[in-house]
């Protein structure tokens, strides 16, 4: 599972020109869900996010604040994207991605969860398959990249690279 962290002022999801979530400050996720993915990488997403992910730097603790510290806002927009292999061709391949039934399905397992680890009310998300225009002021600016195992979705790509030289 990758996750991609975004500290920001503020956020919004719009889908059919309905805004239908939004938050202040706190963080953007962007969820990608491989289709090897299960509930222990869901869990281990779900810790780095809401409270071991110091991704708030504050002027008196610097990079020591976790959006729990802060009471920030998480707002969560599942995007398949994230898993997508570009290493050949101009078109991205996703087929590392869990197909769209069983991944709404952990979708909504990991919002789930995020929301009874952290707070109900400050997790928002998007609409699941849907067209969505997602707004955000990001803060710093400051961006992670999370994965539940380390460099596993990236060695098949870097192993690809080795043997072709590029």
């Known amino acids: 599972m990758r996750a991609i962290i975004q500290r920001v002022t503020s956020a919004s999801v719009t889908v059919d020109n309905v805004v239908i979530s939004q938050i202040s400050r706190g963080l953007m996720v962007l969820v990608g869900i491989g289709a090897d993915d299960t ?3 869901a869990s281990a997403l779900i810790n780095k996010i809401s409270a071991n992910s110091h991704s708030i730097h ?3 603790k610097a990079w020591k604040a976790s959006v729990r510290d802060i009471d920030g806002e998480i707002l969560c927009v599942s995007q398949f994207t994230l898993l997508a292999n570009t ?3 101009n078109k991205p391949d996703f087929h590392r991605a869990m197909s769209s039934e069983a ?3 952990m979708y909504a397992a990991f919002l ?3 929301r009874q680890m952290y707070k109900a009310d400050k997790v928002q998300d998007g609409r699941f398959g849907a067209m969505m225009n997602v707004t955000l002021t990001n803060e710093g600016p400051v961006t992670f990249t999370l994965d539940s195992r380390k460099f596993e979705y990236t060695k098949r ?3 690809a690279t080795k043997k072709t030289g590029n």
């Open 87 to 89: 290493t050949k061709g």
């Open 112 to 114: 789930n969860r995020l």
């Open 58 to 60: 504050d002027v008196e």
């Open 157 to 159: 790509e870097a192993d």
């Open 103 to 105: 991944s709404q399905e």
């Open 39 to 41: 509930t222990s990488d």
